[in-house]
């Protein structure tokens, strides 16, 4: 459309002359179009001569001045590719497909097609209707037929899904209710391989670790088993799950502590540790932030290596699932004119482990 404007503006300016100066235009035109050709043979470097759009559109303006019969031996190209060009320029006045495109139905935003699929996945249960009433409660106004457009693009079935939640949604969604159990093992300095129990709230992340031995028993576990419970203390009421691996040592006498607590065991399937992946990965920053820079002596000196983990992991590591906060706080501290106040380090492990905060 702008092109168009200009190419009838250009024709208009350069027709200006002949009629003002009462001149022979048409000459000058000619000395122009020859100017301009020239200046594209010396813009050539090699290959194919060829016309950039500014110089189709400056020689088709040029057209307008000369008389039509003198086209063959003035311009370059044949009087059809002069024609063509002009129409091509001129037809841009008349194109009105821009404007067929505003109408009708506005296009959705993309970030109502990243909502809709994000609603289904988090909802199982949540047909196209109902995502697009929680939509309208949400302040967009979108049809229910678009809602179902885009989850069939998306590959997401519209209507609720009448099967169970997979393993992993059914972890986030009780997450608040699931205490995790697995095994940890160690060698001390001499090669001799230490066991302990390693136990995670899912919820906020809180870890416990109990017992250390050179000879795991399930009499062991089960008295493993009522000091976490005896550690959680009325806080076993919100706890509505026992995660935990098919080893030989939890047995009968292990998960009737936790039945006890009214929890239900769940077991993960065998050689499957993605299955208890929280206190999988628990287990592998023990080793890495801890047990990796350590020379363990003994089972006094790992208990003590342990609890010492333990303590700074509850009170003060940073939990990305938490908003960064450790597992015993509920929000970070707000401090004001930190210029000038002293940062205090502690050394947790000779060391190995530092913890910093300001001084009161």
Not at 10 to 15: Q, T, W
Not at 141 to 159: C, D, F, K, N, Y
Not at 332 to 356: M, S
Request: hydrophobic share 40%.
């Amino acid at each position: 459309m702008i092109v168009s404007l200009l190419y009838k503006v250009a024709r208009k300016l350069l027709s200006v002359p002949g009629v003002l100066l009462r001149r022979d235009i048409a000459k000058d035109a000619e000395l122009l179009v020859l100017r301009h050709e020239n200046a594209v043979l010396r813009r050539r470097i090699s290959g194919p001569l060829r016309y950039e759009p500014a110089d189709r559109f400056w020689l088709a303006a040029l057209s307008s001045l000369i008389p039509r019969r003198r086209w063959r031996t003035v311009f370059p190209v044949t009087p059809g590719t002069l024609l063509a060009w002009h129409r091509r320029l001129i037809a841009a006045k008349w194109d009105y497909s821009t404007l067929r495109a505003r109408t009708g139905r506005p296009a959705t935003k993309a970030a109502l097609k990243k909502l809709i699929p994000q609603l289904a996945r988090e909802n199982a249960q949540w047909g196209h209707r109902r995502i697009q009433g929680e939509l309208a409660r949400l302040g967009h106004t979108i049809a229910a037929s678009t809602v179902w457009e885009i989850l069939h693009a998306a590959g997401i079935e519209p209507a609720p899904r009448r099967t169970g939640p997979t393993w992993r949604e059914f972890l986030t969604n009780q997450a608040e209710g699931i205490l995790a159990a697995d095994s940890l093992r160690l060698d001390t300095v001499l090669g001799r391989r230490l066991y302990a129990l390693a136990f995670l709230e899912h919820g906020t992340r809180r870890l416990h670790i109990t017992g250390i031995t050179t000879h795991p028993t399930r009499d062991r576990a089960a008295q493993w088993a009522r000091n976490v419970a005896a550690d959680l203390g009325s806080h076993a009421e919100s706890l509505r799950f026992l995660l935990r691996g098919r080893d030989g040592k939890y047995g009968q006498s292990f998960d009737a502590v936790f039945e006890a607590e009214e929890m239900e065991i769940l077991k993960s399937a065998p050689r499957t540790p993605r299955m208890n992946a929280h206190c999988e990965r628990v287990i592998g920053s023990i080793r890495r932030e801890a047990l990796d820079h350590v020379l363990v002596m003994n089972e006094a000196h790992a208990r003590q290596v342990l609890t010492a983990y333990q303590q700074h992991y509850n009170a003060h590591r940073p939990h990305r699932a938490r908003n960064q906060l450790p597992p015993g706080a509920h929000e970070q501290p707000t401090t004001h004119d930190l210029e000038g106040r002293k940062l205090l380090r502690t050394r947790v492990l000779g060391g190995v482990i530092n913890e910093y905060r300001y001084a009161a």
